[in-house]
């Protein structure tokens, strides 16, 4: 009784489980919305029936939680088109980290991939702040790379700078950093140099984990220079999906079936071979 009062309690008396679990039983029965909707429902079936049988309290804030992610994701769902019946689409699961390429109700090919970390990075100061989510909803492939460079974002920088307890010195065209030794950091075509004292001309290099970092502080190259560009990052190919989101490959395959990425769907790169052959420009990808 005193679990039944605080489950009426955490989930307010105009809702519940009972509505969670009821609602998301006859929207399973709606067509495409399983593909959105099933593993969810599966997981908080599975959560309350172990609430109740444990008598275990702790899990209410955990099921309640998870009661509200379903709701978002059938929310999502109800506003994403039909799958096409005609041609392949992808979907991906963000619960159960796993990627669909699917043509009707024929399974062309499935594998396991890492998603978004749901951590949030704040700069120093809280000036900008940056949530690592995979998105949700209808995407499309809108075009397909080899051997893809990562330009690594502002927040990789200030990432990091937290993780390495640097700071952070920018460096852009017609603004040169000077250094404590009296070297100049500037920028020449599609380069950033080190101009020593002397006058000797350095062609700098970076690479992740491997920033330039001067006078304790990482140094953040203009995009477009060659400094801002890493290789072999995001595996053999890239399928973009638009807004810096993408599907990739990874040069940390012990990565895949967790949590980590900051937004992108990461697959193995041996996987990602296989879908830059068969997954056409303007494929539909639905994430739930």
């Not at 595996?235 to 395959?253: D, K, S």
């Amino acid at each position: 009784m005193r679990l039944a009062q605080r489950i009426v309690r955490f989930f307010g008396h105009g809702g519940g489980v009972a509505f969670y679990l009821i609602g998301a039983t006859l929207l399973l029965t709606a067509g495409s919305t399983l593909l959105f909707a099933s593993t969810a429902y599966r997981k908080l079936q599975r959560d309350v029936a172990r609430m109740v049988f444990d008598d275990n309290l702790a899990l209410l804030e955990s099921v309640q939680a998870g009661a509200r992610s379903l709701d978002e994701s059938i929310r999502q769902a109800g506003t994403a088109a039909e799958p096409p019946r005609d041609r392949p689409y992808l979907v991906v699961s963000i619960e159960d980290r796993r990627l669909w390429y699917k043509q009707g109700g024929e399974l062309l090919f499935t594998t396991q991939v890492a998603t978004g970390s749901g951590k949030t990075l704040v700069s120093e100061g809280g000036t900008s702040q940056w949530k690592f989510d995979t998105p949700r909803g209808r995407l499309v492939v809108q075009s397909k790379e080899e051997s893809p460079d990562w330009v690594p974002p502002d927040w990789h920088f200030v990432e990091e700078a937290s993780k390495r307890h640097l700071g952070l010195a920018r460096v852009a065209p017609g603004e040169p950093l000077v250094t404590s030794d009296g070297s100049v950091i500037a920028v020449r075509g599609d380069d950033l140099v080190q101009r020593g004292p002397d006058g000797s001309e350095t062609v700098l290099t970076a690479a992740e984990g491997r920033e330039i970092v001067v006078d304790g502080k990482i140094v953040v190259p203009p995009t477009g220079t060659n400094q801002r560009r890493y290789q072999g990052i995001l595996g053999t190919h890239r399928l973009n999906l638009g807004n810096g989101y993408a599907i990739h490959g990874t040069n940390q395959p012990q990565t895949i079936g967790h949590a980590v990425s900051h937004g992108c769907v990461r697959v193995r790169n041996e996987d990602i071979d296989k879908l830059y052959e068969m997954v056409p420009v303007g494929t539909p990808v639905y994430i739930y």
